[in-house]
Structures are given as structure tokens and as C-alpha cells.
């Protein structure tokens, strides 16, 4: 639903059992989700009059999940190798754009 939604390309993966979310020890926290960094982030969002990331119907979702942000590629023996770029302190802690094109382009 979320490749659709943005007509994204890119290859997605799915991990439904959070098994790579768990491997990463990526926490779970209702004070660092619904803190007043995330509330003020969706107030302001909401002001301007943007669009909110609702919830998909009928998906299972974790709302206490914290996020991260990591690349997946392939080593040259085909391994999955995944590289954490950054760990979420509250759900409004996004990195910079260019911070990651900047790993991106030193990665290759």
C-alpha cells in the first residue's frame, strides 16, 4: 500500500515477525513515541494544513515502535548486509536528508 501511495521503485522489504527490527535492538516506548517532540511535529504539520501519515486499514502496526534508518545491500558473496545509519530517540528524530545521501555516497 505504501508503494502505491508514493510511486516509490524502489524494492521493499517486509518483515512482518520484526525479526530485523529485533536483531537491530530497536526499542519500543510509549513516552518516547507520544512525547511532546512527536505532538508538536504533528501540530505543527497539522497547522500548515499537510497531511498526516494515517494508519493503514487492516495492517498491523506497532505504534510504540521506535524507528531507525538503515540500507540494506549485497555483499559480493550475496549476503544481506545491513548498515544502521540512525537510531530514532523519539519518533520525531528523523536524520538530515543529505546526512544520508552523504553515507550513501561514501558507502559505494
Known amino acids: 500500500m505504501w508503494l502505491e501511495e508514493t510511486n516509490s521503485t524502489f524494492p521493499m522489504l517486509l518483515d512482518t515477525p520484526r525479526q530485523i527490527y529485533h536483531t537491530l535492538g530497536l526499542p519500543r516506548s510509549i513516552a518516547k513515541v507520544f512525547n511532546c517532540n512527536a505532538l ?3 501540530g505543527e504539520a497539522n497547522a500548515r494544513g499537510e497531511k498526516i501519515p494515517q ?5 498491523h502496526d ?3 515502535q521506535l524507528g ?3 540500507i540494506a545491500s549485497k555483499s559480493q558473496t550475496g549476503e544481506v548486509v545491513f548498515s544502521l545509519i540512525h537510531r530514532s530517540v523519539d ?7 543529505q546526512d544520508l545521501l552523504k553515507f550513501l555516497q561514501n558507502s559505494t
Open 68 to 70: 531507525a534508518d538503515f
Open 40 to 42: 508538536s511535529l504533528y
Open 55 to 59: 494508519q493503514f486499514e487492516n495492517i
Open 62 to 64: 506497532d505504534p510504540q
Open 91 to 97: 519518533s520525531a528524530d528523523r536524520p538530515n536528508v
